[in-house]
């Protein structure tokens, strides 16, 4: 749905969750990772995906004081404070996809704080992570019987 059709049916939670493309947050100024230095990150991460012989990473991160936002925030920039987590689906080929918690405002807020690292930014719909990041998955085509398994406490990786 495209901004001016939306602009006015705020007030409906479906649309304000799908809000893309606004005029909000457009002249926020946010430090970002060099585009160097976030390629340096993603090369790194799909470096060791493929010594493991893995298609697939999902990288968690979140406001615990032990994980300080964890490799989300190590991927994308993003320090998640309002919520319990996010996920970054980190395919070894093709474009990653941050899960955010939040839809509306916020999500559009991650889209432009983000930018640069990583584009694709959904709503978690409620905090049905899994459901989202499952389909993710499949637009991807890599739901063809992966072997999950976590590898360390910061990244849950699937092969």
């Known amino acids: 749905m495209t901004w001016q059709q ?11 969750n799908q809000m ?10 946010y430090e970002r990772f060099s585009p160097e230095e976030v390629a340096r990150r993603y090369q790194a991460l799909r470096d060791k995906m ?3 012989q893995l298609d697939c990473a999902i990288v968690p991160g979140g406001p615990c004081h032990w994980s300080f936002g964890g490799g989300m925030l190590w991927l994308t920039g993003h ?3 309002h919520g319990i987590a996010c996920y ?22 991650v889209r432009r704080e983000t ?14 992570f899994a459901e989202v990041i499952a389909e ?3 637009e991807l085509g890599l739901e063809g019987g992966p072997s999950w398994r976590s590898t360390h406490a910061s990244a849950t990786i699937c092969r």
Do not use: C, K
């Open 6 to 16: 939306l602009r006015y049916r705020l007030d409906d939670n479906r649309s304000f």
């Open 20 to 29: 893309r493309g606004t005029p909000y947050y457009q002249d926020a100024v």
């Open 50 to 52: 493929r010594q493991l």
């Open 79 to 81: 320090w998640e404070w």
């Open 88 to 109: 970054v689906v980190v395919p070894l080929e093709g474009e990653p996809t941050l899960v955010y918690g939040m839809g509306g405002t916020h999500t559009e807020a």
């Open 115 to 128: 930018d640069g690292a990583i584009a694709d930014v959904r709503h978690s719909r409620g905090g049905r």
């Open 136 to 138: 993710r998955i499949r």
